[in-house]
């Protein structure tokens, strides 16, 4: 009996959070790093990303421009840290509308069942069955390619895996005592999904988030690769890697700068998650 | 008096937590004779179920000795080597578990893991192994043994576990069994039955027997001697006898004013123990006697040293202002 | 001005097995009781036998699948709105485990003032309350601000009280309210609540496995077994004179013939929801004969205001 009880009073060690961010300080200091490069990109960035300067195309690496410069003599740094405000920005929108959207409906399908939670999820089912790419070609084929079809193809298609999640564990939340003793003192369904489920939700929804935001910059590069998303000269990281593509073998530079963008995001938002896993389960087994 | 079979001096257990060392079990000394049952009582954080894994060498990752000595047979059992320790445990000592629900596998049939101490200790083969694993079940008084031993942990109600989980116990004839909780779990009628069934194995096998319990009642029906813990300390042992009708501690007394008994009022209030058990990660730093602050007999010394043992005819007590004997 | 089960049943779906009819647990079986203004129903019974169903039939909770449950001579099931926050701030429940029936990511303070805030209070009014609860309960007022996992379980029992007073309910219904708790604080929590029934007048609904405890705080007492009622009778004369087999082996008087073997969940009725048609605890009875296993005993009154379900009582 007295190793639980050890355990219930070491929760109020974990939540003194000062102490966490002291001994945790490098996954905050990785998202603080990349939530400062998508808001304010002029700050590592000072070139204008979209200043052409046909003189000194494809340049090589160099003092004044640090990664070299692209086919039209932009300078590559300025337009790979633009790059990430779009990128990593709009993955960030995608993921949290979309865990918003999914939260919202499995939170309902799950606290009120019956032929709600049917009508539902059997949509979800629906989106949950549709391949990105197929929409986001259908969408940029009725009202063109650009950085909105990009958001609502991958929105469409990522929430129902957020919607199923959620009511998965409201289903199994919902069973616990406090959920029926909240529900005996008056409380309403919705601010029960509110203020009380909500809040145990959290720490599995941000460890999910995370790794999503990792995996929409792959999905919105790529699509924006492809020509489906954003559209020249905007310096997205998927578009910028098109353009270079051509130049693969004469400047190596111009793949290599963004793609290790690219990489390095996929790697933090996995870091990041994995971190936030770890967190959640030292705190509440 | 018989030769005692387990005994324990001075064990003091450290948890560590976070970024401390907590000491969950302090100076703690008892034995537990040939045929005898010893219960150990006390409240959550009392460290009776640490003292116990701490016998057993079963503690927690974060959990270590860091005094004291557990002699078995002459033989200090914190010193024998990872091998010979598990070479004991499941043959010479036996441990159950709280909740037997889930101390079984789920995914094995109930025969299967009664046997399995033959086949890890004895190297029998499972076919060999399953008649005496028959024969312990129906000795635990269960009748339908067939259907238990096909059945799985699921099917079964939490007292026919228990009476599995104790024949699992058995199987090897340890001489030192210790039950954790063994009934706390359980229900009224079915607590009865397994406090007999646990006196009877001990007789018929003259066993050594440690039942931690948070229940001072129960625990009275079967046991010889209890011990009582609180805050890490022993703080009182002796007799059952003794302790029921002429405990000296405090914290005995008290327990044993405030439970429900035949000849109370109807809805009259009840003598309670003011104030609420301590809390673990401040107890250790308690120089005193952890009980002091609910107890209505504290003095002064209380505060600055925790008192040391008094004892008469094994009855012992550790309290500078015990209760009068009655 | 009551409570009242009227011949509640509850049978929840175990496995859905279409086009065959479902199969079906009995929670509850045809209970009847009632719950009065100043006075105590005990409820005792093993794991498995229906206790708690039936506190969250009468919290509201559960919805009966077939029987009534009448608050104040109205049957709840055809409440409307505003008569549903009527009940509510009527009929408070009092939970085993006070960590988990409260939810531990809120503040105690949150917890206490939570059901005021349904109910529109202000939140300066809200703090006020709390502290003025807070002293009800004995607890010291900077608890308040504390986290639940940095009080006792005793301390906690408490605040789930205080918050259960919140709203000055006429009707709390305590389902194993001291077995969490450690042993040296359960008379302090067991003397407050017989403290408030009396300065309240509350009507309370006492559930716990505990006799002794049953016997202390209750006026009537029902034992169940298998979701049914066995027997029903003032508290008094259940402990003087148990009819019922059961209650004697619950009392320690009688020794069942058998354990039950398999898992308490394990009642299944046929798929129309009637039960067999034998006594539910014929195979363990010490007293059982040929005719309990061909006609089911229906609670009969032996002397007045004491029934019991048992062909030979």
């Known amino acids: 009996m007295a190793a639980p009880a050890l355990e219930v009073h070491a929760r109020a060690f974990q939540r003194a959070s000062i102490l966490d961010l002291a001994r945790h300080w490098w996954p905050v200091a990785l998202i603080a790093v990349w939530l400062l490069i998508v808001l304010v990109p002029g700050l590592l960035a000072p070139q204008d990303p979209l200043a052409v300067n046909t003189l000194n195309i494809l340049a090589p690496p160099s003092g004044e421009h640090l990664f070299g410069t692209d086919h039209a003599g932009r300078d590559l740094w300025a337009r790979c840290v633009w790059g990430v405000r779009y990128s990593l920005g709009i993955s960030i929108l995608i993921v949290v509308g979309a865990a918003a959207i999914g939260t919202v409906i499995g939170g309902v399908a799950g606290l009120f069942r019956g032929p709600v939670d049917a009508l539902l999820m059997r949509t979800t089912d629906v989106f949950l069955a549709f391949p990105y790419l197929i929409l986001a070609i259908a969408i940029a084929s009725a009202v063109g390619p650009g950085l909105t079809t990009v958001v609502v193809a991958l929105t469409a298609v990522w929430w129902p895996g957020y919607a199923r999640m959620v009511r998965g564990q409201v289903l199994a939340l919902k069973e616990l005592p406090f959920v029926e003793g909240a529900r005996a003192a008056g409380t309403s369904t919705l601010m029960i999904l509110f203020r009380h489920l909500l809040p145990h939700l959290l720490p599995q929804l941000s460890a999910r988030l995370s790794m999503d935001v990792g995996y929409a910059v792959l999905a919105m590069t790529g699509l924006s690769f492809l020509g489906l998303g954003a559209q020249p000269p905007t310096p997205e990281l998927g578009t910028i890697i098109a353009d270079a593509h051509s130049h693969l073998l004469s400047a190596w530079w111009y793949t290599t700068l963004p793609g290790l963008f690219v990489l390095a995001m996929v790697l933090s938002s996995m870091v990041v998650s994995d971190w936030l896993e770890a967190r959640n389960k030292s705190q509440f087994s | 008096m018989t030769a005692s079979v387990c005994e324990v001096s001075d064990l003091t257990v450290a948890y560590h937590s976070g970024t401390e060392w907590l000491q969950a079990v302090r100076s703690v000394s008892f034995e537990v004779r040939r045929g005898e049952i010893l219960a150990v009582v006390g409240e959550t954080g009392s460290g009776k179920s640490t003292t116990a894994t701490a016998v057993i060498r079963m503690l927690p990752a974060n959990g270590r000795v860091t005094s004291g000595r557990v002699l078995f047979d002459g033989r200090d059992l914190l010193t024998l080597s990872v091998r010979d320790m598990r070479r004991l445990r499941g043959q010479e000592i036996a441990y159950v578990p709280q909740q037997p629900m889930s101390a079984f596998n789920p995914t094995m049939t109930i025969g299967r893991q009664v046997a399995e101490p033959l086949v890890i200790h004895r190297g029998m083969n499972e076919r060999k192994a399953a008649p005496q694993a028959a024969h312990r079940l129906k000795e635990m008084g269960i009748h339908d043994v067939p259907r238990v031993m096909h059945s799985y942990p699921h099917q079964l109600s939490g007292g026919m576990l228990q009476r599995a989980m104790i024949a699992t116990a058995m199987i090897c004839q340890p001489r030192l069994l210790i039950l954790d909780e063994p009934t706390s779990a359980l229900d009224v009628t079915i607590q009865r039955q397994i406090l007999s069934l646990i006196k009877q194995v001990q007789a018929d096998y003259q066993l050594a027997v440690i039942l931690i319990s948070h229940d001072l009642k129960v625990v009275s029906e079967v046991a010889d001697r209890i011990l009582v813990m609180y805050g890490g300390r022993g703080v009182e042992v002796g007799s059952t006898p003794d302790l029921m009708n002429a405990s000296r501690h405090p914290y005995t007394r008290g327990l044993l004013r405030s439970t429900m008994r035949a000849g109370l009022d109807h809805k009259s209030k009840l003598a309670s123990l003011a104030g609420y058990p301590p809390n673990p990660h401040e107890v250790d730093k308690e120089p005193g006697c952890p009980f002091r602050p609910r107890c209505p007999r504290a003095v002064a010394e209380c505060a600055e040293r925790f008192p040391p043992g008094a004892f008469e005819d094994g009855h012992g007590w550790a309290c500078y202002n015990p209760e009068p004997a009655s | ?313």
């Open chain 3, 1 to 313: 001005m009551s409570l009242v089960a009227q011949e509640v049943s509850k049978h929840f779906v175990t496995a859905r097995r279409w086009p065959l009819p479902a199969e079906v647990t009995v929670g509850v079986d045809r209970v009847e009781c009632s719950v009065e203004p100043g006075l105590t129903l005990g409820v005792v019974g093993e794991s498995g036998s229906g206790k708690s169903t039936l506190a969250r039939l009468l919290l509201g909770l559960l919805e009966p699948t077939s029987g009534l449950i009448e608050f104040e001579g109205k049957p709840i099931g055809k409440f409307g709105r505003a008569q549903w926050r009527a009940f509510r701030r009527s009929v408070q429940p009092i939970f085993q485990d006070p960590r988990s029936a409260l939810n531990w990511r809120h503040s105690i303070q949150t917890i206490i003032t939570e059901p005021l805030g349904n109910f529109g209070l202000g939140a300066e009014e809200q703090k006020q309350k709390a502290l003025a609860l807070l002293e009800q309960v004995r607890l010291p007022t900077h608890v308040l601000k504390r986290q639940t996992s940095d009080v006792s379980g005793g301390q906690l029992q408490r605040v789930a009280i205080a918050r259960a007073l919140a709203l000055d309910p006429r009707y709390l219904i305590c389902d194993e309210p001291l077995s969490a708790l450690d042993v040296s604080v359960q008379a302090g929590v067991l003397n407050l609540l017989l403290e408030l029934q009396s300065s309240r007048r509350l009507a309370m609904m006492f559930i716990s496995h505990d006799l002794e405890v049953v016997r202390h705080v209750s006026d009537r007492v029902i034992v169940m077994y298998h979701g049914a009622v066995m027997e029903d009778a003032p508290a008094v004369d259940l402990y003087r004179q148990p009819r019922h087999p059961y209650t004697q082996v619950l009392m320690g008087r009688a020794s069942p013939l058998a354990e039950d073997a398999t898992a308490p969940t394990d009642i299944v009725a046929r798929a129309d929801g009637k039960l067999d048609s034998h006594c539910p605890f014929a195979d363990r009875c010490p007293m059982r004969q040929q005719r309990c296993f061909i006609e089911r005993p229906l609670l009969r009154e032996l002397v007045p205001r004491h029934s019991a379900a048992c062909h030979f009582a």
